[in-house]
């Protein structure tokens, strides 16, 4: 009996590379498929790695402006900052395609650098030669969302990869989108860059699916720290160049925005291989199951940015995994694994001094699952050690189990928010009872916030 093949399109993405690291080493025929020039993936070559590397040199230089400790402002040399990154950034991808070509030498893997395009369900051309494989693993992540506006076409526009290459900027700009690639740039715009910027916002504040304090508390920070103009509840109807260049954006209570370049972080849509159409797959919400198995095809399994929902690094290469075992898995007649994880997101709001960490269930989304609830909520000014480091900006909110005592969710805006989440990702994934866990379980530093948190809880218990 032969052995299935399995086509992983997108190969070289942290989705792909996860499903691929399952496979290689199963009994099956594996090819994979993957066009990128130089190859890496979107998160190393475009995303979340070369993205920290820019906040990093203007968090320098805010935390040096804003400490009334120190005297002078250092500037941030752009062209330094481009080369670092490009250095940094191809030496990762080095090291992803380095993997894919060390599965390339296993008998049963093959290697294709070429585009994919589906031809018929389960069927796709690569190159000059048709595959038919038993299974697909669609991993082609996305690409920029270009919203359809009147006269965008028309302007010339930026978008997050353009930013991470750029080494001048003009004096202002307009913004268009203010989620978490909007709250990343903005402030390395106005800090590094030194731009006058005007924000557009859809909604009243930012972090929308938030506590209303965090956003409220982002909108002041943007515009006390970094002086940001941020415009609330209004949206874009048209955009238009202007006589010097620039661009005007025409909003819907009668006002515009001018500057002299236009920004798009207006967030991503999935991207497919050319002729999806052709097959009987219909991408749209809630298309693909938690086994990572497409509900309009069982052969077919999609992971990460391609599903169009969570869009996040950690849970593209979990579903990765997830989706390499139950290719395994289906072959065999078992039952697959399911995939339901907790929510996990860091946004690196405030050139990464103040993060934005929010793990499991806020109190509204934990009192709407049938939960009674109490919730411990911490300034970070309250706590003496973030004066000590000179950024006691921020908060931190706990959500526990009013009957049990289970911590639901923690969500963080503060400094160290991104490097306490682990600790808390395990607290919540791991159903702790807040009464179990220890305060002051080490020498007292920026998780004291932490310590706060619980203490309040085990008394509202």
Not at 219 to 237: K, N, S
Not at 251 to 264: I, N, P, S, V
């Amino acid at each position: 009996m032969s052995r299935p093949h399995v086509v992983i399109v997108g190969a070289y993405g942290s989705a792909g590379v996860a499903a691929a690291t399952v496979l290689a080493k199963a009994d099956v025929e594996l090819t994979l498929v993957d066009d990128g020039e130089p190859g890496g993936g979107l998160c190393i070559l475009r995303g979340c790695m070369p993205s920290k590397e820019v906040l990093s040199a203007a968090a320098h230089r805010y935390q040096a402006r804003a400490d009334h400790r120190l005297t002078g402002v250092p500037e941030v040399d752009l062209e330094a900052v481009v080369e670092t990154k490009d250095d940094h950034v191809l030496g990762f991808a080095e090291h992803r395609r380095a993997r894919i070509e060390e599965m390339e030498e296993r008998e049963n893997v093959t290697f294709r650098h070429e585009t994919a395009e589906f031809v018929d369900d389960c069927v796709l051309d690569v190159g000059s030669d048709r595959l038919e494989p038993d299974y697909v693993v669609l991993a082609t992540g996305s690409t920029l969302n270009v919203p359809d506006l009147p006269g965008v076409d028309e302007v010339d526009w930026m978008g997050s990869a353009d930013v991470l290459d750029a080494t001048a900027f003009p004096d202002s700009g307009v913004v268009m989108g203010f989620g978490y690639v909007g709250l990343e740039l903005v402030p390395y715009l106005s800090e590094a860059a030194g731009m006058d910027l005007t924000v557009i916002e859809h909604d009243e504040r930012p972090l929308h699916d938030a506590d209303p304090s965090f956003g409220d508390e982002l909108l002041a920070m943007y515009r006390e720290e970094f002086d940001v103009e941020i415009r609330t509840e209004v949206y874009e109807e048209s955009v238009e160049p202007t006589a010097n260049g620039g661009v005007r954006v025409h909003l819907d209570d009668g006002t515009t925005a001018e500057g002299d370049q236009l920004f798009l972080f207006t967030g991503r849509r999935q991207s497919f291989p050319a002729g999806i159409g052709e097959t009987e797959l219909l991408p749209g919400p809630g298309w693909v199951d938690a086994t990572m198995q497409s509900n309009d095809d069982d052969r077919v399994f999609v992971v990460g940015d391609a599903i169009g929902e969570r869009m996040l690094l950690h849970t593209a290469k979990e579903e990765g995994f997830v989706a390499g075992r139950n290719v395994l898995r289906a072959e065999r007649g078992e039952a697959l694994e399911r995939y339901n994880p907790i929510v996990h997101s860091v946004v690196f709001s405030g050139l990464g001094v103040y993060p934005y960490a929010s793990l499991g269930m806020t109190a509204e989304e934990a009192r709407d699952a049938g939960h009674e609830v109490v919730t411990a909520h911490r300034e970070a000014s309250d706590d003496g050690v973030f004066k000590t480091k000179d950024a006691a900006r921020g908060m931190a909110r706990l959500v526990v189990d009013a009957d049990d005592g289970t911590v639901l969710g923690y969500h963080g805006l503060h400094y160290d928010a991104d490097a306490m989440a682990k600790t808390m990702q395990v607290v919540v994934r791991g159903g702790m009872d807040v009464r179990e866990i220890p305060d002051r379980a080490y020498h007292p530093t920026t998780p004291e916030i932490l310590d706060g948190l619980f203490r309040e809880a085990k008394a509202a218990l």
